[in-house]
């Protein structure tokens, strides 16, 4: 079983710049695969980001590309979404999640308004 927590969003104007963390429960955090999700109103679930153990990552949709970055510390058992240059559209609730091996894990999200 594993319990994850995501925090950090909020209102933020066009521009503008926000960290989002995602804390895991277990004692082999280092080993899991973590992602990034996000959902917009009246949207699917879209995948952002995955980052391994070891740090290397792949980021998906071209329009998040060079202003998103995810990454991880292993010892705090805590993945991170820096976001930037936020746009309207980037406006979600935005979710952490895992897999071990059948079982899925999902935090309850943490919503991103970007808005003047």
């Known amino acids: 079983q594993v319990h994850i927590v995501e925090s950090g969003g909020g209102l933020v104007q066009p521009g503008g710049s926000l960290r989002l963390s995602c804390v895991a429960s277990g004692s082999t955090f280092s080993s899991y695969a973590m992602s990034w999700y996000r959902q917009a109103p009246g949207k699917e679930r879209e995948l952002i980001a995955r980052?391994?153990?070891?740090?290397?990552?792949?980021a998906y949709p071209d329009s998040m590309k060079g202003r998103f970055t995810i990454s991880r510390d292993n010892a705090k058992n805590t993945v991170y979404l820096q976001l930037n240059s936020l746009k309207a559209e980037d406006t979600a609730v935005y979710y952490c999640h895992t897999r071990l091996g059948a079982e899925t894990y999902w935090g309850q999200g943490t919503k991103v308004t970007v808005s003047s």
């Open positions: 980052i391994f153990g070891d740090g290397t990552f792949i």
